[in-house]
């Protein structure tokens, strides 16, 4: 199933995937010289995986609404695949954003 990834040869699915988003107030107003802000998002993501009950942690900085699009089109892709193969579940998230897309984008055309 995984060729020659690590772990190769042992199935570790993942079981569920959390998210959530923390908007969290700086002191003061920062900024970067092309914009400013007065707060950061958190967006963090949570996978369980079987073997040993393995838990994952990942965090990025998008947007609340990033954690609506991996709670309603992301986690769903990831549950039952193995947790040590990247590429599959990778491809497969590609997907299911860019057919998310098409189907906005045809509903505004």
């Given at each position: 199933?995984m060729g020659?990834?690590?772990g ?5 699915p993942?079981t569920?995937v959390?998210v ?17 802000w ?8 949570s996978g ?8 994952s942690?990942g965090?990025?900085?998008?947007p609340?609404?990033?954690a609506?699009?991996?709670?309603d089109?992301?986690a769903?892709?990831?549950i039952?695949?193995s947790?040590l193969?990247?590429?599959a ?6 997907r299911a ?5 098409e189907?906005?984008q045809?509903c505004?055309?």
């Open positions: 199933m020659t990834e690590r190769a040869g042992h199935d570790v993942i569920s959390e959530s988003a923390y908007t969290i107030p700086t002191d003061r107003p920062e900024g970067d010289g092309t914009l400013t007065d707060s950061t998002t958190w967006v963090l993501v369980l995986a079987t073997m040993r009950c393995r838990r942690l965090c990025t900085h998008p609340a609404s990033a609506a699009v991996v709670g089109l992301l769903e892709v990831m039952g695949r947790a193969d990247v590429r579940p990778w491809g497969a998230m590609v954003v860019r057919n998310a897309a189907r906005v045809a505004v055309s």
